[in-house]
């Protein structure tokens, strides 16, 4: 049974650190993290493929860092310089296709977490 459980959310102030797991049960090519905002979209944050090339969206970039331990399957996401306009909902993702690179794009992706809530204060 594929299982992905997020957790390491919680409140922060503006310019502070959090980082988030996800542990999963199966070892899936491309893995994200993805956000969602009271009434807005879900956007993709970051990916990563295997344990090498990753991607990132605009907003993010610096800031947060994507990352995979295939020894314990975890995947993280570390987020520094957070700021309120961060606070989401975030969501681990993940997919078994093998792709030429595995991108922020919600549609690629297969099986969901049920995520972890992120708030970040001013």
């Known amino acids: 049974q594929v299982q992905l459980v997020e957790s390491g959310g919680g409140s922060v102030q503006a310019g502070g650190s959090l980082r988030l797991s996800c542990v999963y049960t199966y070892s899936p090519y491309c893995m994200g993290w993805f956000r969602q905002a009271p009434k807005k979209e879900r956007e993709g944050v970051a990916a990563i493929r295997g344990i090498g090339s990753t991607d990132y969206a605009d907003s993010v970039k610096g800031r947060f860092t994507i990352s995979r331990d295939t020894a314990t399957n975890t995947l993280y996401l570390q987020m520094n310089n957070l700021a309120p306009e961060d606070t989401a909902r975030y969501y681990c993702?993940?997919?078994?296709?093998?792709?030429?690179?595995?991108?922020?794009?919600?549609?690629?992706?297969?099986?969901w977490g049920q995520g972890t809530q992120v708030t970040v204060s001013s």
């Open positions: 993702a993940a997919d078994p296709t093998l792709r030429p690179g595995c991108s922020t794009r919600r549609d690629e992706y297969k099986h």
